[in-house]
C-alpha cells in the first residue's frame, strides 16, 4: 500500500497546527515565569536570628540662659536723691536649666508564637493491629 498524498492545503494546515501549539506553549512558559518571578519577589523574607541590638539613650540638656541687668521701679528697692533722679541697683537673674530629657528607643522583638499542639489519632485494623499517628 501506499501512503495517501496530502494537498498542500492539508500540509498547509497541519504545519500551521503545530505553529500554534509552539507559540502557546511558549506564551505560557513566559507567564508562568512571570507569575512565578512576582509571587517570590512578594514571598516573606527569611528572618535572621541574630539577637536584636542594645537600646540606645541619649540625653540632652538646653544651654542656660540669662537676662540682662535691668532697673527695678518698685518704692521698696529704690532710693530717691535730692535732685529728683531714682538709683535703683541693677537686678540680675540666675540661669535657668531645664531638667534633662531622655530619649529611650526599643529594638524590635519579633512576636512570639503560640505552641502548636497536634491530636494523636488512633486507627485498630481487623486483625487488632493499633496504629497510632
Same mark, same amino acid.
Given at each position: ?48 536570628? #541574630?539577637?536584636?541590638?542594645? @537600646? !540606645? =539613650?541619649?540625653?540632652?540638656?538646653? +544651654? %542656660?540662659?540669662? *537676662? &540682662? /541687668? $535691668?532697673?527695678?521701679t ?21 540661669? #535657668?536649666?531645664?531638667?534633662? @530629657? !531622655? =530619649?529611650?528607643?526599643?529594638?524590635? +522583638? %519579633?512576636?512570639? *508564637? &503560640? /505552641? $502548636? ?6 486507627s485498630?485494623t ?8
Open positions: 500500500m501506499t501512503p495517501s498524498i496530502r494537498t498542500p492545503q492539508q500540509r498547509d494546515r497541519r504545519f500551521a497546527r503545530a505553529r500554534r501549539l509552539t507559540q502557546v506553549l511558549l506564551m505560557g512558559s513566559g507567564l508562568m515565569s512571570a507569575l512565578l518571578v512576582t509571587y517570590l519577589a512578594g514571598a516573606p523574607k527569611i528572618v535572621s536570628s #541574630t539577637p536584636p541590638t542594645p @537600646t !540606645t =539613650t541619649s540625653t540632652s540638656s538646653p +544651654a %542656660p540662659t540669662t *537676662t &540682662a /541687668p $535691668t532697673a527695678r518698685d518704692d521698696s528697692s529704690s532710693t530717691q536723691s535730692d535732685d529728683g533722679t531714682s538709683n535703683s541697683a541693677p537686678v540680675t537673674t540666675t540661669p #535657668t536649666v531645664a531638667p534633662a @530629657t !531622655t =530619649t529611650t528607643s526599643k529594638a524590635y +522583638a %519579633p512576636p512570639k *508564637t &503560640a /505552641p $502548636t499542639t497536634t491530636t494523636t489519632t488512633c485498630t481487623p486483625s487488632g493491629v493499633t496504629t497510632c499517628y
